[in-house]
């Protein structure tokens, strides 16, 4: 073990040995400690992204470059994150810095069309040809949301069919999905109007999911689905079950969705390139704002042709930064960065750690199945296989966590839930901290 590639806290060397990972964090972390205790009188529990918080209390981060962040205490650390997958060119990337810039100098934003949302429509459809027409909004929430509008509208039906373990977002009919299939859709603040049409089939069952959505076909408006489960665990959906929905949407009149917000990060022509399945819509975010707020949503000419403004009434979608010129500069700057062979080099560089990880896990008492697809991965502790959210379920989420602060303690930037991305400016040295951080974590775990 070369453990000289990990960089060490310096706040550690004062945290006694064998002190549980929980206990050194929050010795080693005093900075983020005393802005947390000061958010708390502001903010419920301290925080705005119920998604990043962790117990004792999440990281506080000054700066970032390339693919390292620094904490409000001066601590260097690798981010395997990438704010939960969207900064796929690292942090403040030269060429994205530039066009932000340059732009904010330009136009910020104006009640008026600008050129900026034309072209990076344009770049969208040339990536994914299922996108013939394609909106801007300001997160993957909205996305998600104005793309079930638009199925209902287009369909004049009510129901939508999601999966176990999806997530779409924090509008109504996205946290309606329970975690377990035989949960009722909802949750605190959701009428039930709102969840009674939504249905929750396990993803990657053929079967059950027919058994699901068959009482509610003649309803059935779209079907949603990410073709890779990101917060659900980065589970590959099987290519079979993908032309299953395809041909069941086909049949019943509903349309299908692929949530692309994470997925688009998989190949230059997203997901759907991948698994060569052509959606109805497709709904994006993250990377294509370049590490700036963005949503869009996109696809059959025919059912976007419904927001056209010149129909009378068209389907409204307002929004003051819809298509705004920073979140487009910076997103254009990035895929103009993002060749097919940057796709292909990251992923090798992906599987590298993947299977470092997989015999590292082999080699301990911990049992460890890690999923993968493009640069995105997760590390599951269980047997496996891991094919859907009921296996996430079942493994040892507790320990994952555990492993988690771990790996924060070690000089790793990584999710409690254990899923991890690459991002570009990373090499075989950060894939070997990585290694070499997760090999500390363990060995310290053992009797
Ligand atoms: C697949 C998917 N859809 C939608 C969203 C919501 O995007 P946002 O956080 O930009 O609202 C997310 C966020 O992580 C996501 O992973």
Excluded at 164 to 169: L, Q, V, W
Excluded at 287 to 295: A, M, R
Excluded at 405 to 432: K, N, Q
Aim: aromatic share 6%.
């Amino acid at each position: 073990m070369d453990a000289s590639r990990v960089r060490k806290n310096p706040a550690m060397a004062k945290v006694t040995t064998g002190a549980q990972p929980s206990e050194r964090f929050e010795a080693s972390t005093p900075g983020s400690h005393a802005l947390w205790q000061r958010a708390v009188g502001s903010l419920p529990g301290g925080n705005s992204r119920t998604t990043i918080f962790h117990d004792p209390y999440p990281l506080y981060v000054a700066h970032g470059n390339g693919c390292r962040v620094t904490d409000v205490d001066g601590v260097e650390r690798i981010d395997f994150i990438s704010n939960y997958t969207s900064l796929i060119l690292g942090h403040c990337h030269p060429r994205v810095v530039e066009a932000v810039q340059l732009q904010a100098t330009r136009l910020m934003s104006s009640a008026t069309a600008n050129e900026l949302e034309v072209e990076m429509a344009e770049r969208l459809r040339e990536r994914l040809p299922s996108v013939e027409l394609v909106r801007f909004a300001n997160s993957g929430t909205e996305a998600t949301m104005l793309a079930i509008r638009a199925a209902r509208a287009f369909t004049g039906r009510t129901t939508i069919a999601t999966f176990a373990g999806g997530y779409h977002g924090s509008h109504d009919y996205a946290v309606s999905i329970p975690a377990d299939t035989r949960a009722r859709p909802g949750g605190m603040g959701v009428p039930s109007a709102v969840a009674d049409t939504v249905v929750v089939a396990p993803f990657n069952d053929h079967d059950a999911t027919l058994t699901v959505l068959e009482p509610r076909l003649d309803d059935l408006a779209a079907v949603v689905v990410e073709p890779v489960l990101g917060a659900g665990g980065v589970i590959p959906a099987e290519p079979e079950f993908l032309r299953f929905l395809r041909e069941l949407t086909d049949a019943s009149g509903s349309l299908l969705v692929f949530d692309e917000v994470i997925a688009f990060r998989v190949g230059y022509h997203g997901a759907q390139g991948r698994y060569d399945v052509t959606p109805d819509l497709t709904t994006l975010g993250k990377i294509i704002g370049g590490g700036l707020p963005v949503g869009a949503f996109g696809g059959r000419a025919e059912v976007m042709a419904l927001f056209d403004p010149r129909r009378d009434p068209p389907l409204a979608h307002g929004g003051t930064f819809n298509g705004n010129p920073l979140s487009l500069a910076a997103g254009l700057a990035t895929l103009a960065e993002l060749t097919p062979a940057t796709f292909t080099e990251l992923e090798a560089l992906t599987s590298e750690l993947t299977s470092e990880l997989a015999t590292l896990f082999a080699d301990s008492d911990i049992a460890a199945c890690i999923t993968q697809l493009g640069s995105l991965f997760n590390i599951h502790l269980t047997d496996g296989p891991v094919l859907s959210h009921a296996d996430v379920v079942a493994s040892d989420r507790p320990l994952m966590r555990e492993l988690h602060l771990a790996l924060l303690d070690h000089g790793i930037l990584f999710t409690p839930r254990g899923m991890g991305c690459l991002s570009t400016p990373m090499t075989r040295a950060e894939v070997d901290a990585f290694a070499d951080a997760t090999r500390l974590a363990l060995a310290e775990r053992a009797p």
